[in-house]
């Protein structure tokens, strides 16, 4: 499963993933929106490799949230390609960690951006990072 999930790096992880019809527009070019499912499984499988469960949080009532996302498209990715998200880690905070991601293609940078999650409880208030999630950053 781990390669499914892709794989750690020193700071950070990278996952593989190609570009579907379904994800493309009528020019056969990765519609804008998709870009924000690729980066959601880069970060989503990037806490699955570090122990962080979504399942497991729930059942203690929290979860993260996307609070803010920069994105800057510098060029299209189209059917068939094989993307590279790459998810690093910039700063973790009490209740939010914030991320570079990148989605590449034969080394050539795509989209680059900077995304802030947070940790929130069931009726959606910022809640204390459980010290064993923080603990994996470190």
């Known amino acids: 499963m781990t390669e499914l999930a892709g794989h750690l790096m020193d700071k950070g992880h990278e996952l593989v993933q190609r570009v579907y019809f379904e994800d493309t527009d009528f020019s056969g070019r990765v519609y804008h929106a998709r870009y924000l499912h690729f980066l959601e499984r880069g970060r989503s499988d990037y806490l ?3 122990g962080v469960h979504h399942r497991e949080l729930a059942d203690e009532g929290l979860a993260f949230v996307v609070r803010h996302m ?3 498209f510098l060029a299209p990715a189209a059917i068939d390609d094989e993307l590279m998200i790459v998810s690093t880690p910039l700063r973790i905070g009490n209740a939010s960690i914030v991320l570079e991601q990148s989605i590449q293609c034969e080394g050539r940078r795509l989209v680059a951006a900077e995304v802030k999650v947070a940790l929130v409880d069931g009726a959606g208030k910022p ?5 064993a ?3 994996v950053f470190d």
């Open 48 to 50: 699955r490799l570090l």
């Open 70 to 72: 920069e994105l800057d």
């Open 127 to 131: 809640a204390r990072m459980p010290a």
């Open 133 to 135: 999630v923080k603990a």
